[in-house]
């Protein structure tokens, strides 16, 4: 009796191990940009990760605005190219902590330079796990009003002048 519950434990294990391998390590997309707009306003679509879809689509704005003055975004193929940071220090961050954390909190700056206007109900996909949902969110953001401010806050240098 022994040996065969040996047998059927060791077999369970076999099988067990057998299943699909899933894997743990999570990568974000990076985002692409679909369309430029004759206001100076651009249409990206970015991905994240929350517990809900408004926390998505308010972070996903967010993430869209950081993209824009911090790293550029990459066209998606379709003509248009390239688009490049406002900011270029690459200390810029560090040199204007107290700015960044005041302009990106909830219900910041940030929310007057994005909007959901292009969001279309084929334009956002999500999948599903256990705790979070990956979403797709398509995000309109307004370059030159957001240049336009970061010049008055003399975060970034004005048009001409290179300090």
Request: hydrophobic share 40%; with cysteine.
């Amino acid at each position: 009796m022994k040996k065969f519950s040996f047998i059927i434990a060791a077999l369970a294990l076999v099988f067990v191990g057998c299943g699909p391998k899933r894997s743990q390590a999570y990568y974000d997309a990076p985002s692409q940009l679909l369309s430029a707009n004759y206001d100076g306003s651009y249409v990206i679509r970015t991905q994240v990760r929350a517990r809900n879809a408004a926390i998505a689509f308010t972070d996903g704005q967010r993430k869209a605005v950081q993209e824009v003055i911090f790293d550029g975004v990459k066209a998606a193929n379709n003509g248009i190219s390239d688009l490049k940071p406002l900011c270029f220090d690459l200390n810029a961050r560090e040199k204007h902590e107290d700015y960044w954390n005041a302009f990106f909190q909830d219900n910041g700056e940030w929310t007057k330079f994005a909007n959901l206007k292009d969001k279309r109900t084929t334009t956002t996909r999500y999948q599903r796990d256990g705790r979070q949902m990956i979403e797709t969110v398509t995000v309109t953001v307004y370059r030159a009003e957001l240049k336009k401010k970061l010049q008055e806050d003399g975060i970034i240098p004005a048009a001409g002048r290179f300090d």
